[in-house]
């Protein structure tokens, strides 16, 4: 009964390839985020979607692309991987879009490793 | 432009002893402030939310933060850490229209 749930955990490829990673929310919630946690754990907002419609794009390469095929899912494929791309992937869902207080529920995150 | 700013990346501290994260502020409306513990290979929880109800705000596991507007602060506190404390707190801030943005972080260690 895992509110947010992301898969894989743990995501270990090289250089060049894509890859996808998925999120799921059971929470009804009507918002999903994706966050970039970086090696010294800085957070940072990539994507948001509020009822299947992209709110949020921040300053992402064009190699990620966000894909919410319902409210309850928001999955993120990025192609032409770079090592730069490692980190960790938070997916978040929160009741309604940012500024009216409402807290977000946090994945528990994958990691991807580029080599 | 909004921002959050944890002063300190590590704070030591030895159980039993008070716990005191700070973390200030840049809005230029009235926010909503967040605190949200990571624990290792984990997500982030929320510990408490400030939404303009009450200054002092009390959350999980006994942590409490008082809002601050003269001071743009809002600092975490807990009277007494236990080693089960250990972990990273974020501090965080959104207004309308706005995404959560986070501060760096602090690495909370707890020694017996």
């Known amino acids: 009964d895992t509110a947010v749930s992301q898969t894989p955990k743990y995501l270990v490829t090289q250089m060049g390839n894509d890859k996808s990673i998925k999120c799921e929310q059971n929470?009804?919630?009507?918002?999903m985020y994706w966050y970039k946690q970086d090696s010294k754990k800085f957070l940072k907002i990539m994507f948001s979607?509020?009822?299947?419609?992209?709110?949020i794009n921040e300053t992402v390469p064009n190699r990620f692309s966000p894909k919410s095929p319902d409210k309850a899912h928001l999955n993120l494929h990025i192609n032409s991987l770079e090592l730069g791309d490692s980190a960790v992937y938070f997916c978040?869902?929160?009741?309604?879009?940012?500024?009216?207080?409402?807290?977000?529920?946090f994945g528990n995150g994958t990691r991807l490793t580029v080599t | 432009a909004q921002s959050v700013t944890q002063l300190g990346s590590h704070v030591s501290v030895s159980e039993g002893a008070l716990v005191l994260l700070r973390c200030n502020y840049s809005?230029?409306?009235?926010?909503?402030l967040f605190w949200y513990v990571q624990y290792p290979n984990q997500g982030l929880q929320l510990l408490l939310k400030?939404?303009?109800?009450?200054?002092l705000v009390k959350g999980i596991n006994g942590f409490e933060a008082e809002f601050k507007k003269s001071e743009t602060s809002f600092h975490l506190t807990k009277p007494s850490a236990h080693m089960s404390d250990a972990a990273e707190y974020f501090c965080?801030?959104?207004?309308?229209?706005?995404?959560?943005?986070f501060g760096k972080g602090t690495t909370l260690s707890v020694s017996s």
């Open positions: 978040a869902s929160s009741q309604d879009y940012g500024g009216r207080g409402s807290p977000l529920h």
């Open positions: 929470l009804g919630h009507d918002t």
């Open positions: 979607y509020n009822n299947k419609e992209l709110i």
């Open positions: 809005s230029s409306v009235p926010p909503y």
């Open positions: 400030y939404t303009s109800a009450a200054t």
């Open positions: 965080a801030l959104n207004q309308a229209g706005t995404a959560l943005i």
